[in-house]
């Protein structure tokens, strides 16, 4: 939220890759549908750039950005490209409809990476970054330049790369510590040097892009802000290559809380950040761990006697931000067997969640079978319901019913009903290495689509023993990667279900959609 009563406060831009940087961690990748759903929940929480993605990196980049450029409208709309002419070109290309439109351009200086990745001496590359901005700058105004591994590059030679680039036209340069190798110090060296011996540098708005290999991201990205930086590139839940990039969540929230130190602020919309967490995290299937700072379910739970006497006493002396001011919704035991239509509406709204009124029929009908099974039910589950039918590909097969009976030194006996459009198919099997492993093979043989299980997860979605219990699985076929997710009471359904998610996907695919 914006922070009006500061006056020396500094405007901090938010920059978002998620779409790009976030997407490249392993297991991560989203479909054009995804990226367009993630994409406008960005522009709902507030971010002043979106890096859609890499135009030259395949066609389903260079479509996903492009469709991100003509559709989403409130953030500025960023493509990636190397200093190639191609790469440049393409991803004008794909932004080019956007309200607003940048052009995010990188070549990397480090000695490292001269030698070794590019091959090339100094003045090549100097002479490439500066073309490669010309170009871009030749297509839009707005124009990003990042000497890829700046953190290990020779001071000289980075301050000498950000004059050329400035010079040829780069509005904002970006300095990435590609590897997550730098520390707070260090970082404050690097930000304040380039101010002190860049001439032009008050032409650019200097940018931090931090990954977080030793687990320093916020922390240097902060620091670097403290130095000058006037951009902060982050993903959604941390997520990106390796060990991820700068938390979008934390460093919001770190300025906002630190307001007193820092002097500085963002736009960023903070009761949006659970909601967006939860989608992300749903969409990528990579969920985020309990004491995650900010989002994690036990951000605010307070377990020890005495911080919950204080809390009662003043909730300052344990706790220093609000949680419904990062979207935590203030109660969190909510709707029972009696509760009607209006009351789940009323939920859905606070969770950040607008329904079409068919996916209330199918949430509402799901949500009276899961009051019979649990008599609490929580915010927790009933986002995990709308979360499943909102994600839920207009399904080609679906589960009419399972039963499994298995036992130690026991093959498993499986009998799956399942339906596809208005017809049923069964089947009987004795296979596999448990009730879920069974269930797997045998739907395998109902759809006749085989795949390679690559990870399978199962959480408990709220808490007790009746919780739900959201499935997450990525499959392989035909060298392309699948996620499907399911939730249920019972977890062998919630498999199934999950498995059967990640199969019509499969099937979407195979008849021309997207995964
Ligand atoms: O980490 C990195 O160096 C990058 C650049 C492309 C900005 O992601
Ligand atoms: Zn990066």
New binding site residues.
């Given amino acids: 939220m914006k922070d009006t009563t500061d006056t020396t406060s500094r405007r901090i831009v938010i920059f978002d890759t998620t779409l790009r940087?976030g997407e490249q961690s392993p297991g991560a990748s989203m479909n054009l549908a995804e990226k367009i759903e993630v994409a406008h929940a960005l522009v709902e929480l507030g971010v002043d750039v979106i890096e859609a993605g890499f135009p030259i990196a395949s066609p389903g980049d260079f479509e996903s950005v492009s469709e991100i450029a003509k559709t989403v409208r409130g953030s500025v709309i960023c493509g990636?490209a190397r200093c190639r002419d191609a790469d440049i070109d393409r991803a004008w290309e794909a932004v080019q409809h956007a309200e607003q439109s940048r052009i995010h351009v990188?070549l990397a200086t480090s000695a490292i990476h001269r030698e070794y990745k590019l091959k090339m001496g100094k003045e090549e590359i100097i002479r490439r970054a500066v073309a490669g901005v010309r170009r871009a700058a030749g297509y839009c105004p707005d124009i990003e330049f990042?000497p890829?591994?700046a953190v290990r590059t020779e001071t000289d030679f980075l301050c000498e790369v950000v004059e050329a680039a400035i010079d040829a036209g780069a509005t904002t340069v970006?300095i990435?510590d590609?590897v997550g190798y730098a520390t707070p110090a260090h970082m404050n060296k690097v930000i304040s040097t380039l101010r002190e011996r860049v001439p032009n540098i008050d032409r650019a708005v200097i940018s931090i892009?931090c990954?977080n290999d030793l687990g320093m991201a916020v922390a240097n990205s902060l620091t670097a802000v403290e130095a000058g930086a006037g951009q902060v590139e982050c993903t959604i839940n941390g997520l990106g290559?390796r060990a991820g990039n700068c938390s979008l969540e934390e460093i919001v929230m770190a300025l906002r809380t630190r307001k007193d130190y820092y002097h500085a602020h963002t736009q960023v919309v903070t009761r949006r950040l659970v909601p967006t967490s939860r989608l992300v995290a749903n969409i990528t299937g990579m969920q985020v761990q309990r004491n995650k700072a900010i989002v994690g379910r036990n951000a605010f739970a307070h377990e020890a006697g005495i911080h919950q006497d204080g809390m009662l006493k003043e909730r300052t002396t344990y706790e220093i931000m609000l949680p419904e001011d990062v979207g935590f919704t203030k109660t969190d035991l909510v709707l029972g067997k009696h509760s009607g239509r209006a009351a789940l509406v009323d939920r859905a709204k606070a969770l950040g969640y607008t329904l079409t009124p068919e996916q209330l029929d199918t949430v509402f009908g799901q949500f009276k079978v899961l009051a019979d099974k649990k008599k609490e039910i929580y915010d927790g589950d009933i986002a995990a319901l709308i979360e499943q039918e909102i994600h839920t590909t207009a399904d080609q097969w679906t589960l009419d019913s399972y039963r499994v009976v298995s036992g130690t030194g026991t093959v498993p006996e499986v009998h799956l009903e399942l339906r596809c459009g208005d017809e049923s198919f069964g089947t009987e099997m004795t296979c596999g290495d448990g009730p879920i492993d069974a269930i797997f093979l045998a739907i395998e043989q109902l759809t006749g689509i085989s795949v390679d299980c690559k990870d399978f997860t199962v959480h408990s979605v709220t808490v007790g023993k009746d919780a739900q219990g959201e499935v997450s699985v990525q499959v392989e076929h035909e060298g392309q990667s699948y996620r499907g997710r399911g939730v249920s009471t019972d977890s062998v359904e919630a498999s199934a279900r999950a498995f059967l998610n990640a199969i019509n996907r499969i099937v979407a695919v195979t008849n021309g959609g997207g995964r």
């Fill in positions: 940087d990636l990188f990042s890829e591994d970006n990435p590609t892009h990954h290559e």
